[in-house]
Nanobody
């Protein structure tokens, strides 16, 4: 059974930071790349960052230099450190494999950037 549980979201002021965590079942985590995705109100879901099994990251242009994706393979956990947050980063954030596994979407964690 595939299971992904995201946590760490919340309300933060512009310029602030949050660290998201995603605990994954071992079977899905060990197969390869993982990604963080987000869906803003009224928008489609988009890939924000991804990381290979070996730890090589890749980012959406708008978050480069502000977000850092990492993974702990021993803990089956992937992280997203988000700094210098902007109102346009407001969204529900999800983790999944990359490419995404349709059946693996979790509940996500809401990030709201507002003053």
């Amino acid at each position: 059974q595939v299971q992904l549980v995201e946590s760490g979201g919340g309300l933060v002021q512009p310029g602030g930071s949050l660290r998201l965590s995603c605990a994954a079942s071992g079977s899905i985590f060990s197969t390869g790349a993982m990604g963080w995705y987000r869906q803003a109100p009224g928008e489609g879901r988009e890939l924000v960052a991804r990381i290979t099994l070996g730890g090589v990251p890749n980012y959406k242009d708008s978050v480069k230099g502000r977000f850092t994706i990492s993974r702990d393979n021993a803990k089956n956990t992937v992280y997203l450190q988000m700094n210098s947050l902007k109102p346009e980063d407001t969204a529900v954030y999800y983790c999944n494999t990359y490419p995404a596994n349709y059946y693996a979407w979790g509940q996500g964690t809401l990030v709201t950037v507002s003053s």
